[in-house]
């Protein structure tokens, strides 16, 4: 997967120019977020992976980043605890990942994908 820069404005009236975020920077941190919203029990691993995480970040399975100029789109393959409405957690996460890769990395997030891949005994 070839590495897109995403760009972000600095943040004040008194300061000018942009950072340059790279996509698996946006992926870690979507990541991390899913990992901390409560009833996601873990990311999806794809069953390469053992050879993914020769080439990515633990924190970048089961996260897709479509990089736009300006925005990103995030896809999240996750695992769910039994027993919880999926559809509110899915809500939560979707907002804590916008909110944030937003405050960290300063990028615009577009949508925010989630597909539940597995529901957790």
């Not at 897109?4 to 008194?14: F, I, K, S």
């Not at 340059?20 to 990311?43: E, N, Q």
């Not at 939560?92 to 577009?110: M, N, P, Y």
């Amino acid at each position: 997967m070839a590495q897109t820069e995403l760009r972000a404005r600095l943040p004040g009236d008194d300061l000018r120019g942009e950072v340059t975020v790279a996509d698996s920077v946006i992926a870690k941190l979507a990541g991390r977020a899913a990992l901390a919203t409560y009833g996601v029990v873990d990311l999806r691993r794809s069953r390469l992976a053992p050879l993914v995480r020769l080439f990515r970040d633990e924190l970048m399975n089961g996260v897709e980043v479509d990089a736009h100029e300006s925005y990103a789109d995030i896809g999240l393959h996750v695992v769910i605890e039994r027993g919880l409405n999926l559809a509110e957690v899915t809500r939560t996460l979707e907002d804590q990942v916008r909110f944030e890769v937003e405050r960290v990395a300063g990028v615009r997030v577009g949508e925010v994908r989630v597909r539940v891949d597995h529901v957790s005994r």
